[in-house]
């Protein structure tokens, strides 16, 4: 929300500075998040006068001035705009000053053998607007030498102030003034409440129909005629630039006028161009319009359209229609100030990815007592600017009574202040700051439990906490008092639960093998949900299309950050993130990773770079799951994942075949084309709630201490069968004799004339004495037997 000091105070009678204004506004919650003056940008520019315009002796197409800037001398400049002549009065920017809107900074330099020293500028180089056709003109009587941006008028502070979403009265000038006035910056003037009450002289020649459950509750029109839609004034349009937006002609620059200053959007459709009446209905097959943004839309059924007889002319409370656009030729204009459901505003917005400044506001609640006010006021300044007189409103509603224009009474105990906010303030001091912000309707019989009704700008206001948060944010959060915690004697217990201590250790591990945490967000889109099977939770209010399931997985998050760094550079790409995944039980945490790009770079030791594969996801996997816990040696490995890893370069580490810990390897050749995943790829994902809890249960970590004795190594080399898995073959080798043998692992594979030769490692740890040979030898035999069941063969 962007505003200035001057509009500020049309509606705040206010000595306070610009600096002093922020520092309040942030304190009571509305964060600036800019405070600028264009005036300090334009400082060395001023008004100047060319006394001459001779033609460039080696340039067609240019001329050298001599200017008068104020300064006591003449100054030359090389010009090399179609309308510089003698006698005209522009803005000059001397030598070192900077040009916004070309991104230099002037210095004095010869331009085809002609010295120049500063320059005559146009609209577009000081960002004054888009014309760069010729050097700004200024009227005759602007003075030489003044500073531009005071004779422009353009020394006025600007705002930019974050509102949260639930402040829909702060998304107008008005509702800000309101605020500064209730936390004692200045008196509110008011002036939004005092309009003019326009006589009709005409019944309202367009009919206007609001269909049950089309998203609209009250819809008024009022149509002025005989007007003339030319440019605004140059107060509007500097007030519309100010803040950013494009004047276009004073009929829509007085519509966005409104939206800026109450927070009221309207809007304003020719007469002419309407087929028949006005009617506000659910989309329909057929419909289809293009947009005021030049966009061409198809209304569904869930939207809120306004139409006609034609069809479709635009989305109610989010964007109108080109086919009944205002031009300079409109001469009737039918003027609209309506109120549209929240949820059906919103949802049309997100449907079809329309962000405008009416969708921003009705979104959030637009004060339902302002329709009277706000087309009596906008109907005025239209006959002001535009000439013209007014029909009588025709009012259409969809079962609306008196009770839609109030918000029912919310219940508030005084002594809440101090149980939530922490201050002690006095009762009759809470009632009047409450009044300060507009909650005048109050019932105050029991002293204990007061009965306040929120003013029709504040739908956010629900219950106590929102009553309680109002009067400390506006006291101010300074005055809540340090108090520090009780802590009972001695060492503190721990408070971290197992699921805490797990995931730590986790993140600890992860970036300690070279791992870089991401966060992504935890809804994702239907067609990358419906990729993992579809999203079991569905957001109610999503902030767009592409953000409305709770995610299924973390591999969608990841492959986009993944793709997004590969995209600027990065040769390898190592993140993992742990969050939550969303299926129909419940929320579980997980830990996932995601592993592209380069392996090893290539260089002339190793040749070609390398690429990540499966084997390399199962080695991270089975490092986070000894971190995190889990029982590594007695996991098996059973192949392929699922349907979104590849079918046969992927799988699962299980404790028996149900009790799923990860699953990793290669995407699905489709996933990794419908999410455009990068090529290779390999993620894994590790369900932490899965991992079984510990038989010990103690706090204390047990004391350390190593063997005695040195273990014994003793390698074994097996012709083994081509359809049993290795890790089948470690498993018996180390049940062949579990308290002697501590571990094995497989160090070599090659294929003979024979077969498959597997040769494993096993670790022998004596306990109270050293092996004899003897012993070994049998260790051994059990070792060899073991394999055999398995139908391998010690390899001769």
Not at 202 to 213: D, M, Q, S
Not at 413 to 418: D, N
Not at 679 to 687: C, N
């Amino acid at each position: 929300m962007k505003f200035t000091l001057s509009w500020l105070k049309e509606h705040l009678e206010t000595d306070a500075s610009a600096e002093e204004i922020a520092d309040k506004l942030t304190n009571v919650g509305l964060e600036v998040e800019d405070l600028s003056n264009p005036a300090e940008a334009l400082a060395p520019f001023r008004v100047a006068k060319v006394l001459t315009a001779e033609k460039h002796p080696q340039a067609d197409k240019l001329q050298v001035l001599t200017v008068d800037a104020g300064t006591g001398e003449t100054i030359q400049v090389v010009c090399g705009a179609p309308n510089a002549r003698a006698g005209m009065l522009g803005v000059f920017g001397p030598p070192g000053a900077y040009i916004p809107g070309s991104d230099l900074t002037l210095k004095i330099a010869a331009i085809r053998g002609v010295e120049s020293h500063g320059m005559m500028c146009s609209s577009r180089e000081l960002e004054l607007g888009n014309d760069h056709s010729g050097i700004i003109e200024l009227p005759d009587d602007a003075p030489i030498g003044v500073p531009f941006a005071d004779y422009a008028a353009l020394n006025d502070p600007l705002f930019d102030v974050f509102v949260t979403p639930n402040r829909p009265d702060c998304f107008g000038v008005a509702g800000i003034a309101r605020d500064l006035a209730a936390a004692g910056i200045g008196q509110q003037t008011h002036k939004a409440d005092r309009y003019e009450v326009i006589e009709g002289s005409f019944p309202c020649p367009v009919p206007i129909r609001i269909e049950e459950g089309s998203g609209c509750w009250v819809f008024w029109g009022r149509v002025i005629r005989g007007v003339r839609n030319g440019p605004s004034p140059e107060w509007l349009q500097q007030r519309l630039k100010a803040v950013g937006l494009r004047p276009i002609s004073a009929l829509v620059d007085i519509t966005n006028f409104f939206t800026i200053d109450r927070a009221r959007p309207l809007h304003v459709y020719d007469v002419a161009k309407l087929k028949g009446g006005i009617v506000v209905r659910r989309g329909e097959k057929g419909d289809r319009f293009l947009a005021l943004n030049d966009k061409e839309y198809e209304p569904t059924r869930g939207d809120c359209v306004i139409a006609d007889d034609s069809g479709a002319i635009g989305f109610g409370g989010v964007i109108g229609g080109d086919s009944t656009g205002v031009d300079e030729n409109t001469t009737d204009v039918l003027l609209e100030c309506a109120w549209f459901e929240p949820e059906a505003v919103a949802a049309t917005g997100r449907r079809h990815a329309i962000n405008s400044d009416a969708r921003a506001r009705f979104e959030r609640g637009v004060d339902r007592n302002t329709l009277s006010t706000a087309i009596e006021s906008a109907a005025a300044m239209i006959i002001e600017l535009c000439g013209g007189e007014a029909s009588e409103p025709r009012i259409a509603t969809d079962h609306v009574d008196e009770s839609f224009f109030t918000l029912p009474m919310k219940p508030y105990r005084p002594s809440r202040l101090k149980g939530l906010a922490g201050m002690d303030l006095e009762p009759e001091a809470q009632r009047a700051t409450l009044v300060r912000l507009g909650f005048v309707d109050m019932d105050l019989s029991d002293p204990e439990r007061w009965q306040v009704r929120p003013p029709s700008w504040r739908p956010d206001i629900d219950g106590e906490a929102d009553l309680v948060e109002e009067i400390a944010r506006i006291t101010g959060y300074e005055h809540v008092p340090a108090i520090p915690l009780d802590r009972p004697a001695g060492v503190a217990k721990a408070t971290a639960t197992r699921s805490q201590l797990v995931e730590r250790r986790a993140r600890r591990t992860a970036a300690a093998r070279g791992f870089d945490e991401a966060v992504t967000w935890s809804f994702i889109s239907d067609s990358e949900a419906a990729v993992f099977g579809g999203g079991d939770w569905r957001l109610a209010n999503p902030i767009s299309e592409d953000m409305k399931v709770m995610r299924p997985s973390l591999i969608p998050g990841l492959i986009a950050a993944a793709r997004r760094n590969l995209d600027r550079g990065a040769t390898t790409v190592r993140l993992f993130e742990i969050g939550r995944r969303y299926l129909a039980n419940a929320e579980h945490p997980t830990l996932a990773f995601i592993l592209a790009g380069d392996r090893r770079s290539r260089s002339w030791q190793s040749g070609k770079a390398q690429s990540f594969d499966a084997f390399d996801a199962k080695a991270e996997v089975l490092a986070l799951l000894e971190a995190a816990g889990a029982p590594v040696g007695n996991l098996q490995v059973f192949p392929d994942a699922g349907a979104t890893w590849h079918p046969g370069r992927s799988a699962t580490l299980r404790l028996g075949p149900k009790t799923i810990l990860a699953a990793f390897g290669e995407l699905h050749p489709g996933l990794q084309k419908s999410l455009d995943a990068p090529a290779g790829a390999v993620a894994a994902e590790i369900y932490l709630d899965a991992i079984p809890t510990g038989r010990w249960a103690g706090r204390a970590r047990p004391a350390y201490s190593p063997p005695a004795l040195q273990p014994v190594m003793r390698d074994f080399a097996f012709m083994v069968p081509g359809d049993v898995p290795a890790e089948n073959v470690l498993r018996a080798i180390r049940g062949a004799d579990k308290a002697a043998i501590t571990n094995a692992r497989l160090f070599d594979r090659f294929e003979t004339s024979e077969g498959l030769s597997l040769a494993f490692e096993v670790t022998l740890q004596p306990a109270e004495k050293s092996f004899t040979e003897e012993q070994i030898g049998e260790i051994s035999k059990r070792i060899v037997a073991a394999a055999e069941t398995l139908g391998c063969r010690l390899r001769s």
